[in-house]
Every structure is written in structure tokens, then in C-alpha cells.
């Protein structure tokens, strides 16, 4: 097994402090949103094979990935590691999102690549072919948008705003069915006249700022998106509060936001964003329409099922990643990880043992396919897979 050297980016909606601390290091100022594990190629993992010669993940497997991946895994998903995991640390709202399922993401892909869209061009929606399913843990409690709550409470939260220029999307709400009201609404949203939009959204968020209470979450978006018309969709949409070891699964279609905590996130290896407000970044508002699933669901807080080994699994109805947790006590017996697929192991509390590393908060390794592994000491250990 190999321990993990990582990047860690810089986006604006990063928080200055949640990483730093928990890395144990001071920190620079500046923000500090996302640390990557995995061999995705905009920020691979390094590691060390020999004296001195670090290398990206990426090339690692690229150099044998029956043996790093191991079979069934390259059969299954191709020779790259399909999943991409994440500390995750917002101290301001990331941008209001949606993903595509695996078939609209191949037709995207595929359609802009004939069209010679520049994979880089500030308009192009579909970077690869593949989904991007993902699953978020808190590590502290986390606040976020995921899924559209029934029009009726959307509704309720506009009207109680007494802000005139919102009565049409009232209206609209409670004169449609669900489906229907949902699609008007946003579209209506998305596509209104942006200097009318602006001033609905400076006065939403004034009113929503007096009324305080389950309002406050839209004066704090607008505080850092003021006049965008994300803030008046993220009324759309159910609001959540994680507390530490609960989660979010965000499936294709599902519009979502995270606003604020830090947590462990993991992904299929992909780069398809559509976005639907909350960015000074291109809305495709055509294909998004086409993407976003329409349906007022439950968010589904996930809680880890425990297991006699000690594993708590965070059950999906993905096969790119699997995600479990383990609190390990003093003590107590090493524990077997060996398995036919590969392995990223995350230390996110105390100072547990993985093999012959002793891992720190922010720690992490890469285990290969088939490579004996136990784990033993004291802390959280969190294990991302796959299921081959």
C-alpha cells in the first residue's frame, strides 16, 4: 500500500479554516475548498514506489491497471479508478447543480464532441461520458439544498415573503400539477428578465432576512449571491442540516446545493455539471431542463448500517463507489481489508494504523487490488471502494 500525497484546491466557496484544522496545520488565508484522493487528471494523488520518486496515481495505474485495479474491476469500469474521493470543506454556497444519468451524459458528450465544442470552452456542458452520481458525509454539521420539496410548501415560503413580483410563481405552484408546476416555476426563473430578477431577489432576500427562522438560509445565499436567480430556486428546493456521520445521496437529476461544513464526499470520476443558479458560470437552461427530474422528493438522510466486522456501510444504488466508515477503540483486534478491489483509506480522527502507516487526521493511502491490509489503533477510518 502506498500513502497518498494530495491536492488541495482553492475555489472561492472554500473555507479558510476547516481543513487546516483538521490537518492539524496553520492556515494560509486563503481558501481551502476541496483536498482530492484518487487518479482523477485534474489533481492526482502521488505516491511513492521508490526512493524518491513520486509519481501520480494516474500513471501508476495506467502502467498496470489489472494489477492495481484488479480484474474485475478493469473489466467492469475500464483501466482507471472509477470513483473520486474528497474532503470537502464550503464556507459559502457552492453553485445550484444538477447531474446527468449515465445515458444523457454519453448522447451530451457525444453531441458536443461532433460539434468540435472545445472541452475547455466556458460553454460546454458534457466534459466526459460517464455519470456523476456522488454522496456526501458530514464530518461536521453540514447544510445543503437537495431536492425539490412539494410545491405547495415552496409556495407557502414565497407568499410569506410578501414580495409582489413572486405572486406568478405562487400562482404557478398551486394551480398545476406537480410535475408541471415544478418545470414552469423554474423555467420561469431561469429565463426572466435578469434587472427584474435581480430587484425580486434583493427584496426577497431583505424580506427573508426580517423574517429570519427557516427564511434565513435564502438572505445568507443572497448575502454572497446577490440579484442571481439561484436564490429565489433554492426556495424550490428541500433545505437540510447534517449532523457528523449522517449523509446525502445526490442521484442524476437531482438538483442540490451544499452551503456550509465540511464533510467526505465521494463521486463516479466525472466532470458533468450542469448548473442552475448560484454562479457567474454558463446555465444551459435547454438542457437543463432536459436533465432535472421534476419530482418533489424525501432528501433521504443516510445513517451507516454497522455490521459484526465493525464496518459502517453508507448503502447507494451505485457500483462506481462504496463508502464505509470505522471507528476503531483501543485495544481492539486488527481488522481485515483485504479485498479483490482497490481501496482509499481516509483518517479523519485520531491516529489509527493501516498496515505499517500510522495514519494522522488527513492521511489517506491507496491499497491495490488484492493486497493484504488490516487496520488496528484508535480513530475514524473512512473506506472508499468499489462494487466489481
Not at 28 to 50: I, N
Not at 316 to 345: C, K, N
Request: charged residues 20%; proline residues 10%; hydrophobic residues 40%.
Amino acid at each position: 500500500m502506498d500513502r497518498l500525497s494530495n491536492t488541495v484546491r482553492p475555489y472561492a466557496w472554500g473555507s479558510t479554516t476547516a481543513i487546516p484544522e483538521l490537518l492539524g496545520v496553520a492556515p494560509t488565508g486563503e481558501p481551502q475548498a476541496e483536498m482530492w484522493m484518487g487518479a482523477h487528471p485534474g489533481a492526482p494523488s502521488r505516491l511513492t514506489r521508490t526512493a524518491g520518486a513520486e509519481q501520480p496515481l494516474t500513471d501508476i495505474i495506467a502502467a498496470d491497471p489489472e494489477r492495481e485495479l484488479g480484474p474485475a474491476t478493469v473489466e467492469k469500469f475500464g483501466p482507471r479508478l472509477p470513483f473520486l474521493l474528497k474532503l470537502l470543506a464550503a464556507g459559502a454556497p457552492l453553485s445550484l447543480q444538477v447531474h446527468p444519468d449515465l445515458t444523457q451524459a454519453k448522447k451530451g458528450y457525444e453531441d458536443e464532441e461532433r460539434r468540435s465544442v472545445p472541452i475547455d470552452a466556458p460553454h460546454r456542458t458534457y466534459k466526459d461520458a460517464n455519470h456523476k452520481p456522488e454522496l456526501i458525509c458530514a464530518l461536521t454539521p453540514f447544510e445543503g439544498l437537495c431536492g425539490f420539496r412539494r410545491p405547495t410548501e415552496a409556495a407557502e415560503a414565497m407568499a410569506a415573503l410578501g414580495v409582489d413580483s413572486l405572486k406568478p410563481y405562487v400562482d404557478l405552484l398551486g394551480a398545476h400539477p406537480e410535475e408541471a408546476a415544478l418545470r414552469e416555476v423554474l423555467t420561469a426563473i431561469l429565463t426572466a428578465d435578469p434587472a427584474e430578477m435581480a430587484e425580486t431577489v434583493t427584496e426577497a432576500a431583505a424580506a427573508a432576512e426580517r423574517l429570519g427562522g427557516a427564511h434565513a438560509p435564502y438572505a445568507r445565499i443572497a448575502h454572497h449571491f446577490p440579484g442571481d436567480p439561484g436564490v429565489i430556486a433554492a426556495m424550490l428546493l428541500n433545505h437540510v442540516q447534517l449532523q457528523p456521520g449522517e449523509a446525502l445521496f445526490l442521484g442524476a437529476g437531482v438538483p442540490h446545493a451544499y452551503l456550509g461544513g465540511l464533510g467526505v464526499e465521494i463521486m463516479a470520476n466525472s466532470d458533468n455539471v450542469l448548473r442552475c443558479g448560484l454562479t457567474p458560470k454558463h446555465i444551459d437552461v435547454p438542457e437543463l431542463l432536459g436533465i432535472v427530474r421534476f419530482e418533489a422528493t424525501d432528501p433521504g438522510i443516510l445513517r451507516p448500517e454497522a455490521s459484526p466486522s465493525g464496518e459502517e456501510l453508507y448503502e447507494t444504488p451505485v457500483d462506481e463507489f462504496r463508502l464505509s466508515r470505522y471507528d476503531l477503540s483501543p485495544g481492539a483486534a486488527p481488522v481485515d481489508l483485504t479485498s479483490s478491489a482497490p481501496q482509499i483509506l481516509l483518517c479523519t480522527a485520531g491516529t489509527p494504523r493501516v498496515g505499517t502507516l500510522d495514519l494522522a487526521p488527513g492521511g489517506s493511502v491507496f491499497v491495490p487490488s488484492d493486497e493484504s491490509v488490516e487496520v488496528s489503533g484508535t480513530g475514524t477510518l473512512f473506506r472508499a471502494t468499489v462494487v466489481a
